[in-house]
C-alpha cells in the first residue's frame, strides 16, 4: 500500500487553516473492525430478503426434500473457479474538526481490492489490483463548509489514488444522512462501500476471460446499489443475515427459519436454489464442516449467491 504522507501534507495544512483540529490523543488510531460487520452489510444489501418464498430450480423442489449433496471435487478432476476477488481495509481517526458551531471526525482509509487467478496445478497469482487512500470527511449542517469542501475536492489524485470522500452522500451501507447517525461510523462505513466499489470494478478485469469453464469468485454478495451484471460469476459470504424466513407450498404452510433450515443441512450438502428479487437472483447456502466441529448451526456454512443477467 502506498504511504499516504505525501498526499497528506497539503491536505492537512488546508484543514490546519481553515479548521480547529483535536487531534487523536496519542496519534492516529486505527478504528477496529465490527466483527460481525459482514452480516451487518448482508443484511443491509438485502434488506428485501427477509421472506423467501420461491424456489430458483427445476424441477420444483419438494418443501421436505431441500438438501442436496455436494461431494468436494479434487483439482485432478474439472475446476470452474480460476478467478477470486476480495478487498481489505483499514480505517483510521486523525482527530476532530471544529468549523464554527459544528464539530466532526476526520478519519483516513486505506482500502484495497485483488483478483487472484488460480493455474491448473493450484499456484495462486496476482491478476489484478487497485488501490486507494481516502479522506472521509462530512460535509453541510454536520461537516465542513461547502468552501473548504471544494478546496479539498482539488487535491484529489490524476489516477484516483488519493480522494477526499463526503461520507454524508447515501449509500446502501453507510445509509441515509441523519442527524442521530454516529459520523465516525458512518465514515467506516463509507470505506467499506467503497471498497466493495473497487472490487466489482476488478471484475471487468475478466471480462473476456470468464466463460462457461472458468468462472469468478466475488467475496460477498452479487448486489451492492445495484446488481452485478456478469455472467460466470458468484458471490460467497461466511457471514450473512439470520433472520430470513423461507415459507414453502401454495399456501405458505410449510415455514422454516435459517437455523432451522441449516440446522439439518449435512456436510458436504448445499440447500436447494433460492429465488430473490423476482429471479435476478439464484442462492443457496453450503455447509464446508462438519458440525460437530463447530459451536452452533450456521458456523462452518457460506451463502452462496448466483446473478440471473438475463432477468434484470
Known amino acids: 500500500m502506498v504511504t499516504p504522507i505525501r498526499f497528506l501534507r497539503p491536505v492537512l495544512e488546508l484543514l490546519g487553516n481553515n479548521l480547529h483540529i483535536l487531534p487523536a490523543t496519542g496519534g492516529a488510531v486505527e478504528d477496529l473492525q465490527h466483527p460481525d460487520v459482514e452480516e451487518i452489510e448482508d443484511t443491509l444489501i438485502n434488506r428485501e430478503l427477509s421472506e423467501v418464498t420461491a424456489f430458483a430450480e427445476t424441477p420444483t423442489p419438494s418443501p421436505h426434500q431441500l438438501y442436496r449433496p455436494t461431494p468436494p471435487l479434487p483439482r485432478q478432476e474439472r475446476h470452474l473457479f480460476r478467478f477470486f476477488i476480495d478487498g481489505s481495509i483499514r480505517t483510521y481517526y486523525l482527530g476532530t474538526g471544529i468549523e464554527g458551531v459544528r464539530s466532526f471526525p476526520i478519519q483516513l482509509a486505506q482500502i484495497g481490492a485483488a483478483v487472484i487467478h488460480r493455474a491448473d496445478d493450484g499456484t495462486l497469482s496476482v491478476f489484478d489490483d487497485r488501490q486507494q487512500i481516502l479522506l472521509l470527511i462530512p460535509t453541510g449542517g454536520r461537516g465542513v463548509s461547502d468552501t473548504v469542501w471544494q478546496q479539498l475536492k482539488k487535491f484529489r489524485s490524476p489516477d484516483g489514488l488519493f480522494e477526499p470522500i463526503d461520507i454524508t452522500v447515501?449509500?446502501?451501507?453507510?445509509?441515509q444522512e441523519s442527524d442521530t447517525v454516529d459520523l465516525r461510523n458512518k465514515g467506516g462505513a463509507k470505506a467499506r462501500h467503497r471498497m466493495h466499489e473497487l472490487e466489482v470494478e476488478l471484475i471487468q478485469a475478466t471480462d473476456g476471460l470468464r466463460n462457461e469453464n472458468t468462472w469468478l469468485i466475488l467475496d460477498g454478495a452479487v448486489k451492492l446499489d445495484d446488481f452485478i451484471k456478469a455472467p460466470y460469476l458468484i458471490g460467497?459470504?461466511?457471514s450473512f443475515r439470520k433472520d430470513p424466513q423461507f415459507y414453502f407450498g401454495r399456501r405458505?404452510?410449510?415455514?422454516?427459519?435459517?437455523?432451522?433450515?441449516?440446522?439439518?443441512?449435512?456436510?458436504?450438502?448445499?440447500?436447494?436454489?433460492?429465488?430473490?428479487?423476482?429471479?435476478q437472483v439464484a442462492f443457496w447456502y453450503v455447509?464446508?464442516?462438519?458440525?460437530?466441529?463447530l459451536d452452533y448451526p450456521l458456523m462452518g456454512v457460506v451463502k452462496v449467491e448466483l446473478p440471473r443477467p438475463e432477468r434484470t
Open 170 to 175: 447515501p449509500d446502501v451501507i453507510s445509509g
Open 236 to 238: 460467497v459470504a461466511k
Open 252 to 279: 405458505r404452510r410449510e415455514h422454516k427459519d435459517v437455523t432451522a433450515l441449516l440446522a439439518g443441512l449435512p456436510y458436504a450438502h448445499r440447500t436447494v436454489a433460492f429465488s430473490a428479487y423476482n429471479g
Open 287 to 293: 455447509r464446508l464442516r462438519e458440525q460437530r466441529e
